[in-house]
């Protein structure tokens, strides 16, 4: 029975396909160059060796390690890109304080555009009180009894919440009054924090600016209310967050920057924010800029057109990702995606030998921003 096949069919040919042309021929050898890379865990000794590995998989693994490839080649770049990190989502809550802080401690970021809720809830960490685990399905109104409040599956006290939102309000009382940005509020708070780990504090101490484009939308903001009512009932003007003073403090920072790059975690206004900044940056007659290597990690779908999940791609038709960029985007949520990415680039040391800017501000102005050694 096996002489009526041919040696073609017994090896599996039993389709017969029309014949290719040499050039089709040629096309298919480029498609097929390069074959799916699995991973090994017994060759898989590090962070590294394991983020590195993931750019020859598929699939999210693939454009994880595509990101890591961006953010190598911005931190390697002589011409030292200014480096802007979006920070949205329950990021503290998620265990991620420690790995943020790390990004600014050890050179990987320049500037952070965070939503009013990271920042505060590192604020809050920073007074001694802390995110503990809890239950997605718990009884919420149990929950209310109590004065716990729910994060997803993380919980933290809302005593705690009343008194850190007070004591951002007692400090503002001893600004001078009038208005002021974000960063210069922040770095104001940063000055009473003397947490190690605070995110906040060592950006304070690492020259590195801080900027909350919706801080009135985050409990820093509830401080501050309090202590507008505080002022109106005294009778004196108070403090007030001049938001339009964010957009030129932060155009400024683009427009002196030869090249600039993002990271973003998740999305949002921060997002949009430093990507506005780019635009903004028409104003010091930067033209036709955007941003040379950019890359995020987030969980946003991109069907519905939302701002979150807008591709990086689709921001190259504003301008704000330079049209020749170095880009990628992993749908992975951030509480695995990030702590892979600065894990490996820490061991690495990929911002060991990146000298720290300068940013010299007199008030609201950016009189020079320089590189400077560690």
């Given at each position: 029975m096996s002489d009526a096949y041919t040696d073609e069919q017994r090896l599996g040919f039993a389709w017969t396909y029309p014949e290719l042309s040499?050039?089709?021929?040629?096309?298919?050898?480029?498609?097929?160059?390069?074959?799916?890379?699995?991973?090994?865990?017994?060759?898989?000794?590090?962070?590294?060796?394991?983020?590195r590995a993931m750019s020859g998989m598929?699939?999210?693994a693939r454009n994880l390690g595509r990101c890591y490839e961006v953010l190598e080649g911005m931190l390697a770049d002589p011409e030292r890109p200014t480096i802007f990190l979006g920070l949205a989502g329950p990021l503290i809550a998620g265990g991620l304080r420690?790995?943020?802080?790390?990004?600014?401690?050890h050179g990987l970021v320049d500037v952070v555009v965070s939503t009013g809720a990271i920042l505060y809830q590192d604020l809050y960490q920073a007074r001694g009180y802390r995110h503990h685990r809890g239950d997605p399905r718990a009884d919420d109104v149990a929950l209310r009894?109590?004065?716990?409040?729910?994060i997803y599956d993380t919980y933290i006290d809302e005593e705690g919440v009343g008194r850190t939102d007070s004591w951002i309000g007692f400090l503002a009382d001893e600004l001078p009054p009038g208005p002021y940005s974000s960063?210069?509020?922040?770095?104001?708070?940063?000055?009473?924090?003397?947490?190690?780990?605070?995110i906040v504090a060592t950006c304070r101490r690492r020259g590195v600016p801080m900027f909350v484009p919706a801080l009135n939308d985050s409990s820093i903001g509830i401080g501050l209310t309090e202590h507008r009512h505080r002022s109106v009932v005294q009778g004196r003007p108070g403090v007030r967050i001049d938001s339009i003073q964010d957009n030129y403090e932060i155009a400024q920072i683009v427009a002196r920057s030869p090249v600039?790059?993002?990271?973003?975690?998740?999305?949002?206004?921060?997002?949009?924010?430093?990507?506005?900044?780019?635009?903004?940056?028409?104003?010091?007659?930067r033209k036709d800029f955007g941003h040379r290597y950019a890359f995020q990690v987030?969980?946003?779908?991109?069907?519905?057109?939302?701002?979150?999940?807008?591709?990086?791609?689709?921001?190259?038709?504003w301008g704000k990702v330079?049209?020749?960029?170095?880009?990628?985007?992993?749908?992975?949520?951030?509480?695995?995606?990030?702590?892979?990415?600065v894990t490996a680039a820490v061991q690495e040391g990929l911002g060991r030998s990146r000298g720290r800017l300068c940013f010299e501000w007199d008030g609201g102005i950016l009189r020079g921003l320089a590189g400077r050694s560690e």
């Amino acid at each position: 029975m096996s002489d009526a096949y041919t040696d073609e069919q017994r090896l599996g040919f039993a389709w017969t396909y029309p014949e290719l042309s040499p050039a089709d021929r040629r096309r298919k050898a480029e498609l097929l160059a390069e074959p799916v890379r699995a991973i090994d865990p017994a060759r898989t000794r590090s962070v590294v060796d394991l983020v590195r590995a993931m750019s020859g998989m598929s699939i999210q693994a693939r454009n994880l390690g595509r990101c890591y490839e961006v953010l190598e080649g911005m931190l390697a770049d002589p011409e030292r890109p200014t480096i802007f990190l979006g920070l949205a989502g329950p990021l503290i809550a998620g265990g991620l304080r420690e790995v943020i802080r790390s990004m600014v401690e050890h050179g990987l970021v320049d500037v952070v555009v965070s939503t009013g809720a990271i920042l505060y809830q590192d604020l809050y960490q920073a007074r001694g009180y802390r995110h503990h685990r809890g239950d997605p399905r718990a009884d919420d109104v149990a929950l209310r009894d109590l004065y716990v409040d729910r994060i997803y599956d993380t919980y933290i006290d809302e005593e705690g919440v009343g008194r850190t939102d007070s004591w951002i309000g007692f400090l503002a009382d001893e600004l001078p009054p009038g208005p002021y940005s974000s960063r210069q509020l922040l770095d104001h708070l940063a000055n009473h924090v003397e947490d190690a780990s605070s995110i906040v504090a060592t950006c304070r101490r690492r020259g590195v600016p801080m900027f909350v484009p919706a801080l009135n939308d985050s409990s820093i903001g509830i401080g501050l209310t309090e202590h507008r009512h505080r002022s109106v009932v005294q009778g004196r003007p108070g403090v007030r967050i001049d938001s339009i003073q964010d957009n030129y403090e932060i155009a400024q920072i683009v427009a002196r920057s030869p090249v600039t790059a993002a990271i973003y975690v998740a999305g949002g206004v921060p997002k949009n924010y430093i990507n506005d900044s780019v635009v903004m940056s028409y104003i010091f007659e930067r033209k036709d800029f955007g941003h040379r290597y950019a890359f995020q990690v987030t969980t946003a779908v991109v069907a519905d057109g939302g701002l979150s999940s807008s591709t990086l791609e689709e921001a190259q038709s504003w301008g704000k990702v330079h049209r020749r960029s170095t880009r990628a985007m992993a749908w992975v949520e951030p509480t695995v995606a990030l702590p892979l990415l600065v894990t490996a680039a820490v061991q690495e040391g990929l911002g060991r030998s990146r000298g720290r800017l300068c940013f010299e501000w007199d008030g609201g102005i950016l009189r020079g921003l320089a590189g400077r050694s560690e």
